[in-house]
């Protein structure tokens, strides 16, 4: 899968190994005049219509390559990371359904899914607004100031009509959305739990070292302790986990735009001052090393330690931003498959 996502990302770059390719079609800049030999942006003007698939082959090697890609990169990360860590709010009711649990349906998948779609969401939506209309709003600007002073005139940071308003009322439901976490589930269990020991109700157990433990605990006393207190600081717990975890999370999908500057700015590296370096001495000998030290660092740092590298990268943004969202590590103790077991059973 790596190495499939790999060619699909350098297709939409369209660059191979470091050296742009026109593959779908021809770039939709050229130069002014025979000047611009160093391809910087101020030389270029656009004669055609945008190119079909991906990043335009002229931005490499042109001054403004790296802001342009930056840019790119970074909001992508963002995009992504905002879609996975919806995914996984999404599985959490998905879990509180299976388990027939209506208090985390009301009180945990709905409060995080509006918390977290009424800030990185609608981040998300200028991201995409911006890329539509080629406004030049200041992002950072319009975050930042929509808690610093969310009554201020937008003015040139603004995309569409409506938008001050529509923050605002972001704003106040991810607002609401924290108390909503917080209190109402801790009280509600709390009072299940006295309607269970008063008769008025009963509830199914999740197995039977639970029964049992219930069953011994009656024994010894009326009825089993709620420790309230106990339930709410894991509540609070949790409700500061997520308000945190909803912004340090996002940042931390950003390693995807540093990982993918990192492999771009080597494979660069190793293209010009290796490859064409070794190329211009016009030595059939030093081309030989050249080549040979080309692939070599090719293999050794691209192919084996980037790939290491994302994959570790990969695997945290699964296990911790994206499986802390409904992963519990609750249910049933594993018992390993086994013969004796088996045949005393059978006995």
């Given amino acids: 899968m790596m190495a499939l996502f790999s060619i699909y990302t350098g297709l939409i770059y369209n660059e191979f190994f470091s050296v742009p390719f026109e593959m779908f079609g021809r770039s939709a800049y050229a130069c002014r ?43 992508m990360s963002i995009l992504l990371g905002v879609a996975q860590m919806n995914l996984g709010i999404i599985l959490s009711y998905f879990n509180a359904k299976f388990f027939n649990n209506s208090l985390n349906t009301w009180y945990q998948f709905i409060p995080q899914l509006i918390f977290l779609n009424s800030l990185f969401g609608y981040l998300s939506l200028l991201i995409i607004v911006k890329w539509c209309t080629g406004s030049q709003a200041d992002l950072y600007h319009v975050m930042i100031y929509m808690f610093l002073s969310p009554t201020d005139d937008l003015g040139e940071n603004q995309l569409f009509p409506g ?28 009072k299940q739990h006295n309607e269970r020991h008063q008769g008025q109700s009963y509830t199914m157990l999740h197995n039977t070292e639970e029964s049992l433990e219930i ?24 409700t500061i986990e997520f308000v945190l ?45 050249g080549i040979v030290v080309f692939v070599c660092a090719t293999i050794g740092v691209l192919l084996v330690m980037e790939t290491l590298s994302a994959f570790l990268h990969a695997l945290r943004l699964h296990w911790v931003e994206f499986q802390n969202k409904f992963y519990e590590g609750d249910g049933y103790k594993f018992a390993p498959f086994s013969f004796a077991l088996l045949a005393d059973e059978e006995d």
């Fill in 33 to 75: 005049d025979p000047s611009c030999r160093d391809a910087t942006t101020e030389g270029l003007v656009k004669v055609r219509e945008a190119y079909p698939f991906g990043v335009d082959p002229k931005w490499h090697g042109s001054r403004s390559e790296l802001p342009f890609l930056n840019s790119l990169k970074m909001k």
């Fill in 163 to 190: 938008q001050k308003t529509l923050q605002l009322v972001l704003l106040l439901l991810a607002l609401i959305s924290v108390p909503w976490m917080l209190f109402p589930k801790p009280v509600l269990l709390r």
């Fill in 215 to 238: 069953e011994e605990d009656h024994d010894s006393h009326d009825h089993e302790e709620f420790e309230f207190s106990e339930v709410f600081v894991h509540q609070l717990i949790h």
């Fill in 245 to 289: 975890g909803a912004v340090s999370n996002t940042a931390s999908y950003l390693r995807l735009w540093a990982l993918s500057l990192a492999h771009s700015e080597l494979s660069s590296v190793f293209y010009e001052k290796v490859l064409l370096l070794a190329w211009g001495f016009n030595n059939i000998a030093i081309l030989i090393i």
